[in-house]
């Protein structure tokens, strides 16, 4: 289902949905192409065998699981209607719309506590970036087939390690930062820069620019102040909205601990339990095939 190689660490990756790879398309591009465009591209790509490094996310939860993700990580809003509209799949794109409308009425509150480890500027983290790129080069690559994780050169005792994350039961190091707010509307962690054909959430976002580009909503914000959100997020240029209760922040590692079971959590579109949950990025991890 995927065209990915993935070095270092041999894992279930969180992808399934070919739609999800179409975005991945997208943010390399940053052209929408239809159908027949699209497929040519895609057939061109394949052929000529030009690829592009990928970053990926390593996540891990409370009751012990790892994942690896390569789009995205959500809880709130935009799982609830990503997870509740599936129902209507019939209506192709329309299922967004009306899933919007029928969350706008109650408009939910989720309430936890986030933290996160805030990326570092572009010119400090070049040299990191290099190193990161020499290691990727020389890490023996999964290949993956049907979401099922195959060595091509497996190495005894390759770990990809966490080095950012701690244990749950353990406080933060003091250079992570705790959101002063508790109650949320929604809280997305994306990689690309697209949520979805039409939703543009992070236009500064690159394939491997080391970041993890967190923005949450906190609770306060008016249902209208949505509406212009959401329609902003077709061009890309909700951050000039200046909404006081949307923020944005790129970061390297990020923890969120639900205070209430209340809600979806999703990674890559699929649903995952909701629990406490932490991720790193790791720079450069995978390849994907693309023109850029």
Same mark, same amino acid.
């Given at each position: 289902?995927?065209?990915?190689?993935?070095?270092?660490?041999?894992?279930?990756?969180?992808?399934?949905?070919?739609?999800?790879?179409?975005?991945?398309?997208?943010?390399?591009?940053?052209?929408?192409?239809?159908?027949?465009?699209?497929?040519?591209?895609?057939?061109?790509?394949?052929?000529?065998?030009?690829?592009?490094?990928?970053?990926?996310?390593?996540?891990?939860?409370?009751?012990?699981?790892?994942?690896?993700?390569?789009?995205?990580?959500?809880?709130?809003?935009?799982?609830?209607?990503?997870?509740?509209?599936?129902?209507?799949?019939?209506?192709?794109?329309?299922?967004?719309? %009306?899933?919007? /409308?029928?969350?706008? #009425?109650? +408009?939910?509150?989720?309430?936890?506590? =986030?933290? &996160?480890? @805030?990326?570092?500027?572009?010119?400090?983290?070049?040299?990191?970036?290099?190193?990161?790129?020499?290691?990727?080069?020389?890490?023996?690559?999964?290949?993956?087939?049907?979401?099922?994780?195959?060595?091509?050169?497996?190495?005894?005792?390759?770990?990809?390690?966490?080095?950012?994350?701690?244990?749950?039961?353990?406080?933060?190091?003091?250079?992570?930062?705790?959101?002063?707010?508790?109650?949320?509307?929604?809280?997305?962690?994306?990689?690309?820069?697209?949520?979805?054909?039409?939703?543009?959430?992070?236009?500064?976002?690159?394939?491997?620019?080391?970041?993890?580009?967190?923005?949450?909503?906190?609770?306060?914000?008016?249902?209208?102040?949505?509406?212009?959100? %959401?329609?902003? /997020?077709?061009?890309? #240029?909700? +951050?000039?909205?200046?909404?006081?209760? =949307?923020? &944005?922040? @790129?970061?390297?590692?990020?923890?969120?601990?639900?205070?209430?079971?209340?809600?979806?959590?999703?990674?890559?579109?699929?649903?995952?339990?909701?629990?406490?949950?932490?991720?790193?990025?790791?720079?450069?991890?995978?390849?994907?095939?693309?023109?850029?």
């Amino acid at each position: 289902n995927s065209l990915f190689n993935i070095g270092c660490y041999a894992a279930p990756f969180c992808t399934s949905v070919p739609g999800y790879l179409t975005l991945s398309f997208f943010s390399c591009s940053k052209t929408c192409l239809v159908k027949e465009e699209l497929l040519t591209s895609c057939t061109f790509f394949l052929c000529k065998g030009l690829h592009a490094p990928l970053d990926i996310v390593s996540l891990c939860t409370a009751s012990g699981r790892r994942l690896f993700s390569f789009l995205s990580f959500s809880w709130g809003f935009v799982s609830d209607v990503d997870i509740t509209s599936e129902r209507y799949r019939k209506l192709g794109s329309a299922r967004f719309t %009306l899933g919007t /409308l029928q969350h706008l #009425t109650t +408009l939910r509150v989720y309430k936890g506590r =986030l933290s &996160y480890l @805030p990326a570092e500027e572009p010119s400090s983290r070049s040299s990191q970036g290099e190193q990161s790129s020499l290691v990727a080069q020389h890490a023996s690559p999964v290949a993956l087939c049907n979401g099922q994780s195959v060595s091509s050169r497996p190495q005894q005792g390759s770990v990809l390690e966490d080095s950012l994350l701690v244990p749950f039961d353990q406080p933060l190091p003091k250079d992570w930062v705790a959101v002063a707010e508790e109650e949320f509307v929604s809280i997305v962690c994306i990689y690309q820069s697209h949520l979805g054909t039409d939703l543009i959430l992070a236009p500064s976002a690159k394939l491997y620019d080391d970041a993890i580009h967190l923005f949450y909503l906190t609770a306060g914000v008016s249902r209208m102040a949505m509406i212009r959100f %959401l329609m902003a /997020l077709e061009k890309g #240029t909700h +951050l000039t909205l200046n909404c006081p209760y =949307l923020h &944005y922040v @790129p970061v390297k590692a990020f923890r969120l601990e639900p205070l209430m079971l209340k809600g979806h959590m999703t990674v890559d579109g699929e649903v995952l339990a909701c629990e406490p949950v932490q991720g790193q990025i790791h720079r450069r991890l995978c390849r994907i095939i693309s023109g850029s």
